[in-house]
């Protein structure tokens, strides 16, 4: 199945930024939507707003810290859908730090929610996948999945973990699902907030105020990938800002 309409696509860490601009985009074309995150307010929001233009989308609260939440995400595409066509694996943190900040919590919750998070969307979806015979899991890595600087090394651990997870998957996936890693640079999201570290923060808002891309951008990238014939897999995309070294 070409092309975007008609696919039933679930999206994590759909509440705002990448994951509801994608979740905008795709509804656009003609793809029935599950969305999922922790925030249930801004869910609403995102469900409203497509249905008031037109388009078809679900909701469920979701933290890809716990496996249930995924399994009862799969299971509402196909009790409304009756199939699941896409898992789009957005949900992510970024507490940066320098290491020498002991954010110790912090570090776990980055591997529980950027690389644990991933691996609970992939034990729920590829039963599926595999019974249908047709799947595609699209995940958001990050440009820091193949870069490391001064007080990201958890993150970035957690990132290139992922792009060796999907590689992985992709590899042992066989002839009839599909995997793509999107990795994006600095983009227009509340990103920045998340680090505790004031020097840190004022650097990640200086660096997104000064370059950083809209969110739709990656959205875009996202589906372009999923609107490939079956037998064509994009495995690897890189977004960046024509300015980010």
């Not at 925030?39 to 409203?48: I, P, T, W």
């Not at 249930?68 to 509402?76: G, I, K, P, R």
Request: neutral net charge; proline residues 3%; glycine residues 10%.
């Amino acid at each position: 199945m070409a092309g975007i309409d008609g696919k039933v696509v679930a999206i994590t860490g759909a509440g705002s930024g990448i994951g509801e601009a994608t979740a905008v985009l795709l509804a656009e074309r003609g793809a029935r939507l599950v969305l999922g995150a922790r925030r249930s307010e801004r869910l609403d929001d995102v469900v409203a707003g497509i249905r008031r233009a037109g388009g078809t989308a679900e909701r469920i609260r979701t933290d890809v810290t716990r496996r249930e939440d995924l399994h009862a995400m799969v299971a509402l595409a196909g009790e409304r859908f009756g199939r699941l066509d896409v898992l789009i694996g957005n949900a992510g943190v970024g507490t940066i730090s320098p290491l020498d900040d002991l954010r110790v919590d912090e570090w776990d919750r980055m591997v529980d929610v950027n690389l644990k998070g991933v691996l609970h969307g992939i034990g729920a979806a590829l039963p599926v996948f595999r019974a249908q015979g047709s799947g595609h899991f699209v995940t958001i890595a990050s440009t820091a999945a193949f870069r490391i600087v001064p007080d990201m090394a958890v993150y970035a651990a957690t990132k290139f973990a992922v792009r060796a997870l999907c590689e992985g998957l992709r590899q042992e996936a066989g002839d009839s699902l599909r995997v793509t890693t999107v990795s994006p640079g600095a983009v227009v999201t509340d990103f920045a907030e998340a680090s505790m570290n004031e020097r840190v923060r004022a650097q990640i808002t200086e660096l997104r105020d000064r370059l950083a891309i809209p969110p739709e951008a990656i959205a875009r990238a996202i589906a372009f990938a999923i609107e490939q014939p079956a037998t064509v897999d994009v495995n690897d995309i890189v977004v960046r800002p024509t300015a980010q070294s």
